[in-house]
């Protein structure tokens, strides 16, 4: 508990900042919370909307309905709009980047270029 009390003072990627957690308690309403434990908050004439995210922040952590919601291309919350789950929907995977598992074209590439035999023109 301590612990992220610290985190939370001296590090941005854990949870919210101080001045997040200030202006989160003294002008933020609550909305909603999503599938991963993201809190969303908006001020009280709503010309300001945020996340706190449960754990690490990682954007691609909000779910597509949210997302319509935050950067307000809706002004409903998703509990009040129908959405249609599809086949063909995947599930959430989280961001590999910066990481060993991330995608590299250029691992691909050397795949590729091995394989790969230049023409050379007869002399």
Not at 67 to 77: D, E, Q, R, V
Not at 108 to 118: I, R, V
Request: glycine share 4%; aromatic share 16%; no cysteine.
């Amino acid at each position: 508990m301590l612990i992220n009390f610290f985190k939370s003072i001296f590090t941005w990627w854990n949870t919210q900042t101080v001045g997040t957690f200030l202006f989160t308690l003294f002008s933020g309403k609550l909305v909603g919370v999503d599938q991963f434990g993201n809190r969303y908050h908006r001020n009280k004439d709503d010309s300001k909307r945020w996340v706190i995210y449960n754990g690490d922040v990682d954007s691609s952590r909000i779910p597509p309905e949210w997302h319509l919601w935050i950067h307000k291309t809706s002004l409903s919350t998703p509990d009040k709009i129908k959405f249609e789950n599809h086949d063909w929907i995947k599930e959430h995977q989280r961001n590999y980047t910066g990481s060993k598992l991330a995608y590299s074209p250029s691992k691909s590439k050397k795949e590729k270029k091995d394989s790969y035999k230049k023409w050379q023109p007869e002399s």
